[in-house]
């Protein structure tokens, strides 16, 4: 009994020791449920990898964005692992901010991550972010809604359609909302869909020769358009509503449509959160017949600093989870259905996910249509189909976004958000040399 109890204190004493000398690394994170359910299977990470301990930093979008801004900008060392968008890797790599992803393993095959995805996170072809998820945008809705009002939801649909369709759907003494879309303030809140929007009515946030254009007639007509068709058939408090409140409400079956991430149709058609998981369908994003439509192109990504201490260990873990391997165990653990889409080719050639996802093709082909060399009708300067990829865009597009996000609350009327909105613009533009 002695002996038994002196090795199993020896045990306990060596364990102790090791776990001293393992590394944590602190992954900053968004509270999107893909990153959610990550952080529920890191055990198999754990166990390929003891001597690497992990801690968790989850935000909101808008903090999140924040957050890491500051840290890297100022050289803080608060993360290890970031999780960023398409905006920020092409910028922050250019700043020599982040470290280049070349030890993501032999078997990581980052050829097959799909080229429109991988694109806007590589610069001069190094890769300097791994994609988590990458989506376009889309419309889902609800079928048994739309035959309930005597309509058919064409695959490409128009925004004229969407608004017709939104006026029938309406049911308030039901709790049904036509349609909801995002109103939250920021720029990859309510702008990411606002300037996609903005797109296929043939607005641009700048000309050729970087002037803002929020006073021209484009944005007038988007602007107004979005206000009228919320405020007629959108939810109330609808200036509150980001990605996750518009699912929730989705879920809940209080939107006919709703226009947002492809990445969402994993969740809606998820029986075990969605009351309307088998009544739901997909269409592209509108247009209005000028050749853009209102799909963004986006991948919440996995990058790391380059002020980190400790890059190797953060490799490890960027690898495990953007890999096949980690798609699979989430197939494993959820079902093929809720593997996080639009990063890997092969994904999409997989039989098993094109039989348990009916939104795959669609989100393929909305991933693919998206163009963010060429994002308006017009020629612009810039690259980014919801966003502006240039450094002074955050900022500007929160103020906008703000703005805009008023004028939806009713706090003030679209032509004054639209007249502060290209004031806001002319400052910062003069301020950064881009205009004089």
């Known amino acids: ?33 893909d990153m959610v359910r990550m952080q529920t299977l890191t055990d198999d990470f754990t166990a390929k990898n003891p001597d690497i301990q992990l801690q968790w930093v989850t935000l909101e979008e808008n903090v999140l964005r924040e957050r890491v801004t500051t840290d890297i900008a100022t050289k803080g060392g608060q993360y290890d692992v970031m999780t960023i968008g398409t905006y920020e890797v092409p910028i922050w790599a250019k700043q020599s901010w982040l ?3 070349d030890k993501l393993g032999d078997d990581y095959d980052v050829k097959d991550i799909i080229p429109a995805i991988a694109g806007g996170l590589s610069v001069d072809g190094t890769l300097y972010a791994a994609p988590f998820y990458g989506e376009s945008s889309f419309v889902m809705y609800r079928k048994d809604l739309m035959e309930k009002a005597g309509l ?15 006026e029938k759907m309406t049911d308030r003494a039901n709790g049904v909302n036509g349609v909801c879309l995002r109103g939250k303030a920021g720029w990859g809140e309510n702008m990411a869909f606002l300037t996609a929007m903005s797109n296929s009515f043939g607005a641009r946030w700048f000309d050729e020769n970087w002037k803002p254009q929020f006073d021209q007639p484009e944005w007038k007509n988007t602007l107004q358009f979005y206000v009228d068709l919320m405020k007629a058939n959108g939810p109330e408090g609808a200036s509150s509503n980001g990605f996750n409140e518009n699912l929730a409400l989705f879920q809940q079956g209080k939107c006919g449509m709703w226009i947002d991430a492809t990445v969402a149709a994993s969740f809606v058609s998820d029986p075990k959160n969605s009351t309307v998981a088998d009544k739901v369908g997909y269409a592209l994003a509108p247009d209005n017949g000028l050749g853009k439509r209102g799909n963004w192109l986006w991948a919440w990504s996995l990058a790391i600093p380059a002020g980190t201490q400790k890059a190797d260990a953060a490799q490890k873990f960027v690898s495990w989870a953007t890999s096949k391997a980690y798609l699979e165990l989430v197939a494993a653990k959820e079902g093929w259905a809720n593997v996080p889409p639009g990063t890997r080719t092969s994904l999409y050639a997989n039989p098993e996910y094109q039989k348990a996802a009916p939104f795959a093709k669609m989100t393929l082909d ?11 009708v017009k020629p612009v300067p810039y690259v ?23 004028a939806l609350a009713g706090q003030t009327s679209v032509d004054d958000a639209l007249k502060q909105a290209q004031d806001a613009a002319t ?3 003069t301020e950064g040399g881009y205009i004089q």
């Open 1 to 33: 009994m002695k002996l038994r109890t002196l090795t199993l204190g020896l045990l306990s004493a060596s364990t102790l020791a090791f776990a001293a000398h393992a590394e944590s690394i602190t992954i900053a994170t968004v509270n999107n449920g």
């Open 99 to 101: 470290l280049p992803l």
């Open 152 to 166: 058919t939801m064409p695959d490409a649909p128009t925004w004229d359609f969407v608004k017709q369709a939104a």
């Open 366 to 376: 909305s991933i693919n249509a998206a163009d963010p060399t060429h994002p308006t």
């Open 384 to 406: 980014g189909v919801q966003f502006v990829a240039i450094p002074e865009f955050q900022g500007l597009g929160t103020t906008v976004g703000q703005l805009f996000s008023a």
């Open 427 to 429: 400052a910062t533009m």
